[in-house]
């Protein structure tokens, strides 16, 4: 059963529209997901293709090497792509996980699946012979060494008073 509702807009104009009787719940519904669910959450329950899993990254700068440890829950490293090209780290992944009980009285399949890419630009020149990647835990740990020009182009400047 549809109902026609009828609107007006700020000018005064009078429109209808054709409403599905679950509608309103649609609405209620998301009015709740969007109140109660944090917005990291969201892309779990969302149909948008445009979407994708968002992996988070902490990065520190030392003395000699750029370190970044990135949480990657449920990514295997055979689904993990890292590279670096003209002082720009991608790193790329995937994750896919599926799960399935079945017993005498029912049967539950579930899957889900997502994606990330995240680009930094390394702010100093790098030996990319010597960079190491390491996926433990569900977190991803990068060690990108700094060249060594880089690290003795780095003088520290003594501030006087006056």
Known sequence: MTKEILSTNNNGQRSSF????????????????DRYVPDK???????????NYFATMDVSDTDK??????????????????????NILT?????ETSSEEENDNFRRMERSFGSFVRRLELPTDIDEKKVDAIVKKGVLSLTIPKSEKAITKERKIKIKSA
């Open 41 to 51: 959450l969201t892309h779990l329950f969302s149909d948008d293709d445009d979407k």
């Open 18 to 33: 054709i409403a599905h009787p679950f509608s309103a719940l649609h609405d209620d519904m998301n009015r709740l997901f």
């Open 65 to 86: 090497a750029i370190e970044i440890k990135m949480d990657v829950p449920g990514v295997d490293e055979k689904d993990i792509e890292v590279k670096i090209n003209d």
């Open 91 to 95: 790193i790329r992944g995937k994750r």
